[in-house]
């Protein structure tokens, strides 16, 4: 896309501007942040720190794009609690002068996914429900961070204790999961799996659990093969299904069988070969 548009500038009378050309310089060197970022290189802050005040000369403070480079800069504080501070800081800037970008409702997600892990319910829940809030208006009700809204509003619904609305959001993301990404994405998979252990642990709806584990877990053998460890996750989850809360010991055995690996799994490995080969 950024050459495209480097394409389509050159074929204007004149060219490219200066301001234009370092603009489309700067958001090569975010680009290439993100790039370190994601190989875990430190050489990111540099990239971050230099997009920033790029963008901050030549855009001015309250553009997108300074507020997309701040937010790739606080992710880099080493500070849980400064990273925190300055991202509620930029949240409440970017709700009051850039209601309809993308980087206010990162910064949401990001301060929701943060008050969960304190344990501070009440306030992801809040942040969540803006973040979905806004993706919804400015993304649309099928792109991927909008579902990923919604899974997180599941998650931390779950943790409050409110299954029936944790499922209702977990509903919500599955269907557009499994239309936008298909049926077998990892991603869908993970919401099954989010769903099952919330029927199982929540609403002690295990036959329900147990429909969403056997199909997470065809769709992980299908997507990614039996020796993947999410696939071995899943399995894990259907046969302590079956073992604790449905008491089959005849599908217990059918999941130990495909997966002997389960029987060394340390205490859970010696409670399965208990269980399976008690002749009562």
């Known amino acids: 896309k950024r050459l495209q548009r480097v394409l389509e500038f050159q074929k204007r009378p004149g060219g490219m501007s200066f301001a234009e050309i370092e603009e489309e310089v700067l958001d090569g060197v975010l680009a290439l942040g993100m790039a370190y970022n994601w190989m875990k290189d430190g050489m990111c802050l540099a990239c971050f720190h230099k997009a920033k005040q790029g ?4 855009l001015g403070p309250n553009h997108a794009k300074t507020f997309e480079a701040s937010y790739a800069v606080a992710s880099q504080i080493l500070s849980r609690e400064e ?23 990162y910064l949401a997600n990001d301060i929701g996914s943060a008050c969960l892990h304190k344990g501070m319910y009440e306030d992801a829940q809040y942040h969540y429900v803006l973040a979905l809030q806004g993706r919804l208006r400015v993304l649309g009700p099928d ?21 029936v609305g ?61 020796d993947n460890e999410e696939t071995k996750k899943c399995a894990m989850g259907l046969a302590i299904l079956y073992y604790q809360e449905l008491k089959d010991k005849q599908m217990t055995k ?18 399965l070969r208990e269980f399976i080969e008690d002749e009562k």
Request: hydrophobic residues 35%.
């Open 55 to 58: 963008f901050m000369r030549l």
């Open 83 to 105: 990273e925190f501070a300055e991202k509620v800081r930029l949240f409440e800037l970017a709700q009051e002068i850039l209601p309809d970008e993308q980087v206010t409702y």
């Open 143 to 163: 792109h991927k961070d909008t579902l990923m809204s919604l899974t997180n509003l599941g998650i931390v619904h779950k943790m409050m204790k409110d299954y």
């Open 166 to 226: 944790a499922i209702k959001f977990y509903e919500r993301s599955l269907e557009g999961k499994e239309r936008t990404l298909g049926k077998t994405h990892p991603s869908t998979l993970t919401t099954m799996m989010n769903m099952a252990t919330t029927y199982s642990e929540g609403l002690k709806m295990h036959r329900h659990a147990e429909l969403l584990y056997c199909k997470a877990l065809d769709g992980h053998e299908r997507a990614l093969g039996k």
């Open 254 to 271: 059918n999941v130990v069988k495909e997966y002997p690996h389960l029987l060394n799994e340390g205490r859970l490995g010696e409670c």
